[in-house]
Structure formats: structure tokens, C-alpha cells
């Protein structure tokens, strides 16, 4: 058996595998994408090789989503709720009460789930699959 994970790693390895799937699905709409716009591409590029990356105080995640709702609030409904969630700061502006407060159902009965069984991979998708009863990632 495998050693259980770090709760936090394990909800950055799920949010990391969301945006590296956003920019695969964004290949589709790149017809709706500025051809110069290199810093909303560079921020997509850095946040697939690190999820946690930040420009000084504040985190590119935050600074991507921004950019993706004043750019491209057509493509905005692509993004999956769940990274306005991660990256949190200005982000949950746009995120409604209810959501809210599912997300930190999910995030405490996560930490609590790790307490007591150990944390694999999947865990936190089979976790968010029953909270939201949405399809896992990767399926």
C-alpha cells in the first residue's frame, strides 16, 4: 500500500490536473483567443507548471482568472468553478454564497476524511464527485 499524501498536496493535484485540462479544451476555442494576448498565454503556461505560482503578493491564479473575466467573459463559464475556489482572494467575487459554502463543506470534510483514512490521488475527487455529484476528472 501506498503512503498516504498530504491532504494539501493531494487538493493542489486536483486543481493542477483542472487547469492543465482547461488548456487542453481552450485548443477548441483558440479562434476566440487574441493571438497577442501573451500574457494571459503566459499566465495559462506558468499555472500548468505550477499551480502555486505567484508574482509577488499576488498569486498568478488569481491574476489569470481576472484576466480570463474582462478578456474572455465567453469562455469564463469553461473554467471550472473549483479554481475560482483555489485561488480564492478577488476570485470568489465571482462565485455565489451557496457555492461558497459548498466549497468549505468540501474542503472541511476533506481534512477531516484525512484524519482517518489515508489520502491517495483520487481521494479528493471521489470526495468532490459526492459533494457536487459531478464526473470525476479523469475518467
Avoid at 11 to 22: E, G, M, N, R, S
Avoid at 56 to 61: A, D, L, M, N, S
Avoid at 101 to 126: D, G, R
Wanted: contains cysteine; aromatic residues 12%.
Amino acid at each position: 500500500m501506498s503512503e498516504s499524501l498530504d491532504p494539501s498536496v493531494a487538493i493542489k493535484q486536483y486543481h493542477q490536473a483542472l487547469i492543465v485540462q482547461f488548456k487542453n479544451q481552450l485548443t477548441i476555442y483558440k479562434d476566440e483567443l487574441d493571438e497577442d494576448d501573451t500574457v494571459f498565454t503566459q499566465l495559462l503556461d506558468a499555472l500548468c507548471e505550477d499551480i502555486n505560482t505567484a508574482d509577488g503578493e499576488v498569486p498568478t491564479g488569481q491574476k489569470f482568472i481576472s484576466t480570463m473575466v474582462a478578456r474572455y467573459p465567453q469562455l469564463t463559464p469553461r473554467l471550472p468553478r473549483d479554481l475560482f475556489w483555489y485561488f480564492g482572494g478577488d476570485c470568489l467575487h465571482y462565485v455565489e454564497d451557496k457555492e461558497l459554502e459548498n466549497f468549505q463543506a468540501l474542503e472541511e470534510a476533506f481534512y477531516a476524511l484525512a484524519t482517518t483514512t489515508p489520502i491517495t490521488e483520487q481521494s479528493y475527487a471521489h470526495l468532490r464527485e459526492s459533494f457536487f455529484a459531478a464526473t470525476p476528472i479523469n475518467k
